[in-house]
């Protein structure tokens, strides 16, 4: 029987009236507690993951531990771990979804050995908070009272360790039940798992820092920031609006100066404010980081700034990008942080010089992210010269009101500076792409499909499916080599004379039940990665390019669109008309997946294919939306297993979390995508020399004018870039008569198609859309952050290259081409470095004639001794 419990609380509105919220909290006398040591699994109802058996005790990590410890909690050799609700809760609150969401993988994942306790509903274990009582000590009680309960549960028959960073309640719950022992992590560590090398260094990194955050905090005299709002009042001003919800976005191209607020939620609707907030400096951002859900307040209009101008490649990166200077917008300061995105990130260390200009204390060192847009961060370690040269992943603790850079601890390391694998690792981890390989248990629930045991479809499947290869003529449509291939095309007389077509998809379903171990991880994937030479597949390959494998199919993911596009075509430059089909792609949002449920009918309209209803189902291997849609599919369809699968289908709150969760793995894919290309395109033209080599120079086609330069694309490698008019001195482009551009002082004037410097000698020239330009390629390298390409314009006049074959070719093929050329160097020069440590090591066995110091070592020795001043040595 459900026990119903109200939780109130007490806010007061700005208007200094007292609102009352009551909350309805239900407790059931049973939950699950999947421990295989439970005396009533029915009644627990003990589906899906069970503890293991082989165990010697239960660990349950209270709030701190959680939040502070999870990637040591993440540790595979760590076994029988119990989270408890309360736990989980206060991280998604203080730590924000992000964090929230790697805790939620964690529990789903099947190779790690933890569950999740629903303490909260569970009638014994839930305590209510008693008057007076921090927030703090109540959830550490509420946990301590869990572990007892599940002790007791389990008859007694396992030991339960709570882990606890807090000391007095090490003291007051440490002998207080017989069974049940209360630690601190660090001892446990050291108890339990002392051969655990790795979980040691990364636990004492983490004590570290904590300890010199908190000498710092007493040591401090002032504060570099104002203090959040408490969450309460936060609320009531959303809700009053006096306070605007939205999300943090920073400038990249202004990171210490620009970011800016886009309404969410009801702040959206309510506030009348019709653009975005700007947030103008670190102060006002007040130790908020780019992607966190923030509380701002809107300042006088008399101090509303305008957005700054600027020149880059992609405007969904900065919406003020090639804007001119604009009128005053609203701007505002952050009061208060509803949702932290913080995340793993990948940083710099800095280089020995930059260590020892940082202070006196070297081993506390600020590093730099590789995302332009996070701020620096302050991390203890004694390896800083070692690391130098790698790029290594950090995690954010905290962002003290005294603090200028936020405190994180060392993570692990990824890979040497501009080595292809290490960058390449840099995305994955900066798009949070897990591309760990499939888990045993997930295999196993795959079909076996070998030459000796080939896979059949069951003859009870086969009576249940309607089979047309003898009734219709069944093909593909695809090129040879083609691997994601899930559908075909079928077709038919009719009776009549008619023809029916039929497209045929495969049933990925079949192989991936709702809520197994491969289901939860192709949920998590949500999407196959594509990166310039290689991609990451959602499913297993046993299911993607083999038995689920049939065909290839395309959109076409709006006609009118289509045929204006057709029209606009240049018979003598068809380089224009891919430009155009480009732009016009790129001018649209991207299309995102929604819960029917949560919006109105007049919503669903997919504007770039000018269609009223649009869904994906056609490629359920590489996109999990697809098998949304396919289950969907099977319950409207089904009779006698009606029931059945409808159990299996989410509610539509869970589907709005889903399509929220794939929309976000989407757009990671994209910058994936983007930036892996960007990586090879950068390490193609790195060693070359701009000024000599012919690969350098190419022709460019302007796409885009802005305020202080155009946009231009190289048909030849697919590259789009920036390519500035004014330099940093202020000198503007001026082309002569043999039309070679150089640097002179001048002014730039840009009109809607076109853009003009005119020097201050009466010099002018113009620059249209769609004009040919000559281009010098070149690569501005960066230690800390991604190499970009950089585009000169060397003259106003196309450029014309010998081989008028290679203007012809596609620029996908030649991309291509310069995948595997990078490649290839890569590897050669892999091996390269392989044979030359195996020579050095063969002539070392073979002249070296002791393994001391070697005779050199020995002179030079004494050679520093007989430079020493020993004078003093020898007074009496």
Known sequence: MLQKREKVLLLRTFQGRTLRIVREHYLRPSVPCHSP?????????????????????????????????????????????????????????????????????????????????ANEFQQYCYLPRERG??????????????AVWYYHHCQDRMPIVMVTEDEEAIQQYGSETEGVFVISFKNYLDNFWPDLKAAHELCDSILQSRRERENESQESHGKEYAEHLPLEVLEAGIKSGRYIQGILNVNKHRAQIEAFVRLQGASCKDSGLVSDILIHGMKARN??????????????????????????????????SGDPPSEPMPTGRVVGILQKNWRDYVVTFPSKEEVQSQGKNAQKILVTPWDYRIPKIRISTQQAEALQDFRVVVRIDSWESTSVYPNGHFVRVLGRIGDLEGEIATILVENSISVVPFSEAQMCEMPVN??????????????????????????????????????????????????????????????????????????????????????????PSILSADLCSLL???????????????????????????????????????????????????????????????????????????IVVHRLLMAAISKDKKMEIKDNLLSNKDLEE???????????????????????????????????????????????????????????????????????????????????????????????????????????????????????????????????????????????????????????????????????????????????????????????????????????????????????????
């Open 37 to 117: 040591l439970c005396p009533q699994p029915a009644a627990c109802r003990n589906d899906g993951k069970l503890l293991s058996s082989d165990v010697t005790h239960y660990m349950i990590p209270d709030w701190k531990v959680v939040q502070d410890y999870l990637e040591i909690l993440e540790f595979p050799e760590l076994k029988g771990i119990i989270f408890m609700q309360t736990a989980c809760q206060t991280v998604q609150h203080q730590r924000g979804r992000r964090q929230y969401n790697k805790l939620r993988n964690l529990l789903k994942d099947a190779r790690h050995d933890c569950i999740l306790f």
């Open 133 to 146: 009582e921090s927030m703090e000590k109540w959830q550490t009680r509420s946990i301590y009272n869990a």
């Open 287 to 320: 130790r908020s980081i780019h992607g966190d859900v923030v509380v701002v307040e809107l300042l006088p209009k008399n101090e509303w700034k305008g957005r700054t101008a600027a020149l880059c490649e992609n405007d969904s990166d900065d919406k003020a």
């Open 450 to 539: 070998t030459p000796g045991n080939p896979w059949k479809v069951s003859p009870e499947e086969e009576r249940e499916r309607k089979d047309l290869r003898e009734t219709h003529l069944v093909f593909s449509i695809d090129p040879k080599g083609c691997e994601d291939v899930d559908d075909t095309l079928s077709v038919r007389t009719l009776a009549n004379g008619s023809l029916e077509l039929g497209v045929h998809i495969a049933d990925v379903t079949h192989f991936v039940p709702p809520s197994s171990y491969i289901d939860t991880e192709a949920r998590t994937r949500a999407t196959t990665y594509y990166l310039a030479d290689r991609r990451y597949d959602m499913l």
């Open 552 to 626: 290839g199919g395309v959109d076409r993911s709006n006609k009118t669109l289509a045929d204006s596009l057709d029209n606009a075509n240049d018979p003598n430059d068809p380089i224009v008309n891919r430009l155009l089909r480009s732009m016009a792609t790129q001018a649209m949002s991207n299309a995102l997946y929604f819960s029917t449920g949560s919006c109105a009918e007049e919503e669903f309209h997919h504007y770039g294919l000018a269609l009223d209803k649009y869904t994906h189902f056609t490629s359920p291997i590489r996109r999990y939306s697809d």
């Open 658 to 876: 889903l399509c929220r969760h794939i929309n976000n793995r989407n757009r990671a894919a994209q910058h994936s995508q983007k930036q892996s290309t960007e990586l090879f395109q950068c390490m193609y033209f790195k060693d070359k020399d701009p000024e000599n080599e012919e690969r350098c120079i190419s022709d460019g086609v302007i796409y885009s004018i802005r305020t202080n330069g155009v946009l231009v694309f190289i048909p030849r490698f697919g590259i789009k870039g920036a390519a500035y008019l004014r330099n940093k001195d202020g000198l503007v482009i001026s082309c002569g008569s043999d039309s070679r551009s150089e640097w002179k002082p001048g002014s730039l004037q840009r009109f809607q198609n076109k853009i003009t410097s005119t020097t201050t000698g009466g010099e002018s020239v113009t620059f249209h859309l769609f004009d040919h330009v000559t281009v010098r390629i070149s690569v501005q390298a960066s230690r800390c952050h991604s190499d970009t390409i950089r585009l000169e314009i060397i003259s106003n006049k196309p450029y014309m290259i010998p081989d008028t074959e290679l203007f012809q070719q596609s620029s996908l093929l030649l991309k291509s081409d310069l995948v595997k050329e990078v490649t290839r160097s890569v590897e050669e020069a892999q091996l390269a470095q392989e044979v030359k440590v195996n020579i050095i090591q063969e002539d070392y066995q073979k002249y070296c004639q002791t393994k001391g110091r070697s005779l050199y070592t020995l002179l030079e020795e004494i050679r520093d001794l007989a430079l020493l001043d020993v004078s003093n040595s020898y007074v009496m």
